[in-house]
């Protein structure tokens, strides 16, 4: 199966500074097929990209996935109080489908 | 709109089955490609299961002699079973579709989670 890296582990910023989260596949993900989660304590995953840069419904124009083959990233232009949150990337082009350990993003 | 909604018991005793069935709506029941997903308190998320349309399905090796998966399409449903708990199996239990399966804009759904505590 293929294991995904995240990092950093936490990242420490403050608000208005810009985010960058990396994701590493130990093998190519077929067809850039990476989505990127949002979660807050006691809630479930929030779907934020698809397909590795395709934004979903309702997220804001400041997320943004880029990235291709083994290097994925996910950035937030700039940090808003409610994007203080830990995030998770998936792949699903290979199956099974494997989640990263998850990067937090907490207030400096 | 594509729903999902796991429901099931939220106390487990040890060594006990757990079982949670996930009633999916607004999807298709003929190409389907649906997913159990586990996170235990205060750690990350891990995948269980895959179930595929043709039948074929993914097990993750650490739990693949324990589990059990039943899909009713009549119902729009599918089911994990889950042998021989522990108090390492308490976790939020989330099921998860992805939708339209087989489109390159496919994209997962996923229900709200039920937490399963395993104790006596």
């Known amino acids: 199966e293929i294991v995904l890296t995240q990092s950093p582990g936490t990242l420490s910023l403050s608000p208005g500074e810009r985010a960058a989260l990396s994701c590493r596949a130990s093998q190519s993900v077929s067809r850039n097929y990476l989505t990127w989660y949002q979660q807050k304590p006691g809630q479930a995953p929030r779907l934020l990209i698809y397909g590795a840069s395709s934004r979903a419904t309702g997220i804001p124009d400041r997320f943004s996935g880029s990235g291709s083959g083994t290097d994925f990233t996910l950035t937030i232009s700039r940090l808003e109080p409610e994007d203080f949150a830990v995030y998770y990337c998936?792949?699903?082009?290979?199956?099974?489908?494997?989640f990263g350990q998850g990067t937090k993003v907490e207030i400096k | 709109q594509v729903q999902l909604q796991e429901s099931g018991p939220g106390l487990v005793r040890p060594s006990a089955t757990l079982s949670l069935t996930c009633t999916v709506s607004?999807?298709?029941?003929?190409?389907?490609?649906w997913s159990w997903i586990r996170q235990p308190p205060g750690k990350g998320l891990e995948w269980i299961a895959y179930?595929?349309?043709?039948?074929?399905?993914d097990y993750n090796p650490s739990l693949r002699s324990r589990i059990t998966t039943v899909v009713d399409t009549s119902k729009s449903q599918f089911s994990l079973k889950l042998s021989s708990v522990t108090a390492a199996d308490t976790a939020v239990y989330y099921c998860a579709s992805l939708e339209p399966y087989g489109d390159p804009t496919m994209r997962w759904y996923w229900g709200p989670g039920i937490l399963v505590t395993v104790s006596s």
């Open positions: 179930v595929y349309y043709s039948g074929t399905t």
């Open positions: 998936q792949q699903y082009g290979s199956s099974p489908g494997t």
């Open positions: 607004g999807g298709s029941i003929s190409t389907f490609y």
